[in-house]
């Protein structure tokens, strides 16, 4: 389990952003935040950059939704108020987008919402020390979400920052599963 001090934060979010420095990760990153403040809806296309970015495996999925259905799909749930109707909307399970699960969705939401949602991620929730679920479910979903943005308050440091110190501490730290 990582300590978590504005120090160590700070530390592990800039060995991410070296890793990641100029990488199609940190560009799709980026470019598609860019586009989300002038449009509340991402494109089929910005889509399947935004599902490949989490995922590569579900990318037959990504690309098997309609443009119509992707744009309709994601402006209802970034118009949404209610907390899982907004992340429930967006889930193949629910009828929302296929190839799309928690961590999928939780990318989606990041990036049009970067001050409010983090990036559901393995990594990040054994740097957390929590246990990783068979299935994750809302109720997850709302208790990572409330500790990252704890974690957020008590440093100072964005949501995202906090999200790149955890993969990375975890990254570097994990035992590789045999």
Not at 71 to 76: A, F, P
């Amino acid at each position: 389990m990582m300590e978590i001090t504005k120090e160590k934060i700070r530390e592990y979010a800039q060995k991410y952003d070296k890793r990641y420095k100029d990488t199609n990760d940190e560009i799709v990153e980026k470019e598609t935040k860019k586009w989300l403040e002038g449009n509340r809806h991402l494109d089929k296309e910005r889509f399947i950059k935004t599902g490949l970015w989490k995922s590569r495996r579900p990318e037959r999925h990504y690309k098997a939704n309609n443009e119509k259905k992707v744009r309709e799909i994601t402006k209802l749930s970034f118009r949404e108020k209610d907390e899982r109707k907004r992340i429930e909307l967006l889930l193949g399970t629910e009828g929302g987008l296929k190839g799309v699960a928690y961590p999928v969705a939780s990318v989606i939401l990041h990036f049009a919402f970067p001050n409010r949602y983090p990036i559901l991620d393995f990594r990040a929730i054994w740097s957390l020390g929590l246990e990783q679920p068979k299935n994750y479910t809302f109720g997850f979903w709302q208790k990572y979400c409330g500790r990252i943005r704890d974690i957020s308050k008590e440093t100072g440091e964005s949501i995202r920052t906090v999200d790149k110190a955890l993969w990375e501490y975890s990254k570097e730290h994990q035992p590789k599963k045999k």
